[in-house]
């Protein structure tokens, strides 16, 4: 169905509605994923934004079967991601049997706000969670993984929106369950834009990927903030952050296809296909008309593999040439030298498809013009000291990749040479 179809679909069945020829539960749509249940007291609860766990059920005396959902797609089902709030457990020590696997250490939250990696006693297996409270704590959240939610992003752009009144956020469009999808934008309006670089980013293609938008907020962040770097930056270039792209899937607690089981990643062929690449297409095609057009655009992604080191995926000759191979390879190093948190130590390659991705698109109609790329990161390991990877980590790197930028483009330094700006960095 695409975009035009849908909204007359929903006129139709708002008239049915109104005439009083359909029901009203025909708008009421439940989610298997989204449920409360109480069981030997205790309260579980996946019915919120992000939320997911398909069932609960009592195994025996405080042991728990809890079913991670599997989001169905015309691309094949995807399970991992899975969100939920435990209430009443104050005194508790109980088990929940859940198939984990793929992150062999979840996240736990007892204040809604901070979250930790499990211990190895809290996570003894990739189908095991033992979880034992204080009589002073009576709620807390697990997660797959450091999440971030459609309201709980949005929250974050605002806040870094709002540093400045020449920071702007706007409505791009509404995705196919009417969600906004929100760009954020951001420079120096001091100076004229006709010596600046434009910079896209965007995150959540698939929707279980928090990786992707954790880094993306720290770009943001970077970019936002009243630093000399941040002001260095905006001096030079205009970012637009696009921070949920697949923000159903987000919203609905999915691991990876939208509200109606579709790859967005994959609709570059087609766009007006669905109104969340339509949308994006739409502006892109605004800003490559426009004064400014995007130089770099990249896409922010997760991987389920357990690599060495997040990846940047190069794109190789012949499907493109290798001057942009160099081209690639040029941000690449910029990246590994801005942070100790990236070395490329898993380089990854892909010929690029000719149609169905948003680097396919900027390849065919701009060429060697817009340097687009994915990262891919991982919920293992970081590479400085191997302990588990965190939100900060993701945070670092994706400021690291706005301070790339100044590397890549070759702009002055702030202070010194290459050299300078890291220690000033740290
Ligand atoms: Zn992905």
Redesign the pocket.
Same mark, same amino acid.
């Given at each position: 169905m695409k975009n035009g179809e849908r909204k007359h679909l929903l006129i139709l069945l708002l008239s049915g509605v109104m005439l009083g020829v359909l029901p009203l539960p025909v708008l009421a749509v439940t989610y298997l994923q989204k449920f409360t249940i109480t069981l030997q007291g205790i309260r579980f609860d996946s019915n919120y934004d992000n939320g997911s766990l398909e069932y609960v059920t009592e195994s025996g005396t405080n042991i728990f079967n809890c079913k991670i959902y599997e989001d169905s797609g015309e691309l094949g089902p995807k399970k991992y991601w899975f969100r939920f709030k435990l209430s009443e457990v104050a005194g508790r020590s109980f088990t929940l049997n859940i198939d984990h696997f793929q992150n062999p250490r979840p996240v736990i939250s007892l204040d809604g706000k901070k979250w930790r990696r499990l211990t190895a006693l809290e996570a003894p297996s990739s189908s095991k969670i033992v979880l034992s409270f204080e009589p002073s704590q009576n709620e807390a959240e697990l997660a797959f993984f450091y999440p971030s939610g459609v309201e709980e992003t949005y929250e974050r752009v605002r806040e870094y929106v709002n540093r400045c009144d020449s920071f702007t956020s706007k409505v791009i469009g509404q995705s196919f369950q009417f969600r906004d999808m929100i760009l954020a934008s951001a420079t120096d309006p001091a100076f004229p834009d006709d010596s600046k670089h434009r910079v896209w980013m965007h995150s959540r293609? @698939?929707a279980g &990927?928090a990786t992707g938008t954790l880094a993306l907020l720290g770009f943001l962040d970077a970019v936002t903030t009243d630093s000399l770097l941040g002001r260095h930056l905006r001096r030079y270039c205009i970012f637009n952050v696009l921070p949920l792209e697949n923000v159903d899937g987000v919203f609905l607690g999915h691991t990876?296809w939208d509200s109606q089981g579709i790859d967005p &990643?994959r609709q570059w062929g087609n766009p007006d296909r669905i109104p969340e690449t339509d949308n994006m297409k739409k502006t892109v095609d605004e800003f490559m008309a426009g004064e400014n057009p995007i130089e770099v655009a990249l896409n922010m @992604?997760?991987t389920v593999g357990n690599y060495e080191d997040t990846f940047f995926y190069k794109h190789v000759s012949p499907s493109v040439t290798t001057n942009f191979e160099a081209i690639q390879q040029r941000y690449i190093d910029a990246v590994n030298n801005t942070t100790n948190l990236f070395d490329n130590l898993s380089p990854q390659t892909s010929l690029l498809n000719s149609t169905i991705f948003i680097e396919s698109y900027f390849w065919n109609n701009w060429g060697e013009a817009v340097m687009a790329m994915t990262h891919e990161g991982h919920f293992y390991n970081r590479i400085t000291d191997q302990e588990w990877i965190t939100d900060d980590d993701y945070h670092q790197l994706g400021e690291a990749m706005a301070f790339a930028l100044i590397e890549y483009f070759d702009l002055p330094p702030v202070i010194g040479d290459s050299k300078g700006l890291f220690w000033f960095f740290y």
């Open positions: 293609a @698939h &990927e990876r &990643e @992604h997760s």
